[in-house]
Structures are given as structure tokens and as C-alpha cells.
């Protein structure tokens, strides 16, 4: 998902309500499946779109580049997310890590998160998705629904860059694995 | 039909986009000034019209009621300067201490 025009943010900057009502009608859906895949909980979904929103109007001037506005709309989500999750007493799942790669380095194959997949393919991938370990989830999230790179993943969960990549690295793994063993 | 992981995902959500527009909207439609708000509070709702008229017919029967009691007294008449030296002319001077 690319990022929007500089010229959108910088309206935005100028309290352009249009600006603001473009910048959120694109993003909303992502946002939305993010915060949803992430909390697994509807309600909370729309509840943290709407803190996302709001705190995106009141805090702009926290964002130092224009660029990454896409990626700094995530993080406030990410954090709505964090909240859901400390307010109703499910903080442990916070800090499941699961296995973390040990070895990065080689050409692991495509990126599944780019693979064309069938209807069915992909419900068997978002039932994996909905398995995995909380940060890994995260991350892969961010990555497919956002197109964030590892450097705005980091950026937006308050992680090190290793851990991240550590993270997709599992993630990615687990849904090529998926997809190689599912019938085309 | 092949579709990437991204577009399954938006496409599996979909049903949110009527509530997320309208969210969006929410959030941001301008804030009302404090004259807005106090407007909107005050709207002359029914209740707060019958509450008007009631109050209303109360004070006109309050003074209408005062009006019709005031009227029975005869007026206090005022005392000129000359009623009160007059008055006080005519009054005997109060009794000395005898034991003194």
C-alpha cells in the first residue's frame, strides 16, 4: 500500500478537513483489519479505528515525516491494540514470543505475502494467521495489510529491528509452508 | 480466482466499511462552538415549552393575586415634616427617676 502524497499530509497539516477525510477513508479498512486480526474482537476493532482517528487529528504534529504518515497511523493503532489487550487482562499474550529464527541469512522463496492465492488457500492462511503467536501476527499484519517495511514495523511496535525480522521471518515461513502443502 | 492474502483480508471485512464511514464521518464533523451547544441543550422542546408556559401562567397568577390582596388594605398614608412637628409638640415629656 503506498504511502499517501506528501501534499495530502501537509494539507491535512493545515487542518484540511477533505485532506483528513481522504487520509482516513483510505486507510480505515487496513486499520480495521489490523486492529481486528490483532485483538480477534470486532467491537474493540471499530472502538480502536475510532482512538486511531482521533489521536491521529490531535497528535499530526508528532509526525516528523510526511512520508511515513501510513506507518505512523499503524503504530497509533498498534498501541489502541496494546490497551485493548492490558484492559481486559490478556496483557500475558502480549509477550508470547514463540520461536524466533535463529538463521536469516539465505534466500528463503517468495514472499507469500505477495503469492496469489484461491479463496480456499487463503481461509486456511488466515486460520494460520489467527494461530500464530501475538507478536508474530502482528508484525505479518502490519507487513501484508500495511506494506510496511521491517524498519516502520520496528518503528511502529516499539521493537529492535532483529526481533521483527526474527518475527516475519517465523511468520512468513509458517504461511509458505501453508501454501506449498495446499492443493493450487 | 486468485487474489493476494491483502486483498482476501479487505475483501473478508468488507461488511465494516458502511459502520467505518460513518465513524470516519463522526470523527470528523466540525466541533460545535459553545453557542451551539448551548442551543442544542436548550432547544424548545416540548417539555421545556410546557415547563415555559407553566411557569409562566404561575407568575401571572402570583400577581394577579398580590394585586387583588394589596388592594383590600388601605394604603399607610405618609407623615410631611409638619404632621411629625405637630405630633411631636403635642406629646408630654416622659416622667423624671424620682430617686434621683
Known amino acids: 500500500m503506498p504511502e499517501p502524497s506528501p501534499t495530502l499530509v501537509q494539507a491535512a497539516r493545515r487542518h484540511d478537513n477533505n485532506a483528513w477525510n481522504e487520509l482516513f477513508r483510505r486507510y480505515q479498512l487496513p486499520l480495521f483489519c489490523y486492529a481486528h486480526g490483532f485483538t480477534r474482537d470486532r467491537a474493540a476493532a471499530f472502538d480502536i479505528v475510532q482512538e486511531t482517528f482521533v489521536r491521529a487529528l490531535a497528535h499530526l504534529e508528532g509526525l516528523r515525516d510526511d512520508a511515513r504518515f501510513g506507518s505512523w497511523l499503524f503504530g497509533i493503532a498498534h498501541q489502541g491494540c496494546i490497551r485493548h489487550f492490558r484492559k481486559t487482562r490478556r496483557r500475558d499474550e502480549l509477550f508470547v514470543e514463540g520461536p524466533l529464527a535463529d538463521d536469516l541469512a539465505g534466500d528463503p522463496g517468495p514472499d507469500p505475502c505477495g503469492a496469489l492465492v484461491t479463496a480456499e488457500q487463503s481461509e486456511a492462511l488466515l486460520v494460520l494467521v489467527a494461530t500464530l503467536p501475538l507478536p508474530q501476527r502482528s508484525a505479518l499484519l502490519m507487513h501484508v495489510l500495511g506494506d510496511l517495511s521491517l524498519e516502520e514495523i520496528a518503528e511502529a511496535a516499539g521493537a529492535p529491528l532483529g526481533t521483527i525480522k526474527s518475527r516475519l521471518h517465523q511468520a512468513k515461513q509458517a504461511l509458505r509452508r501453508l501454501i506449498a502443502e495446499s492443493p493450487p | ?100
Open chain 2, 1 to 100: 480466482m486468485k487474489k493476494k492474502l491483502r486483498e482476501w483480508m479487505l475483501e473478508g471485512n468488507g461488511d465494516a466499511l458502511t459502520r467505518l464511514d460513518a465513524l470516519r464521518a463522526r470523527v470528523l464533523s466540525p466541533r460545535p462552538s459553545a453557542a451551539e451547544v448551548l442551543r442544542a441543550v436548550f432547544r424548545p422542546a416540548g417539555a421545556w415549552v410546557a415547563l415555559a408556559l407553566a411557569w409562566l401562567a404561575l407568575a401571572i397568577t402570583a400577581h394577579v393575586v398580590n394585586r387583588g390582596t394589596s388592594g383590600a388594605h388601605a394604603p399607610v398614608p405618609s407623615l410631611t415634616d409638619a404632621d411629625l412637628t405637630l405630633l411631636l409638640s403635642n406629646e408630654s415629656p416622659a416622667p423624671l427617676d424620682h430617686h434621683s
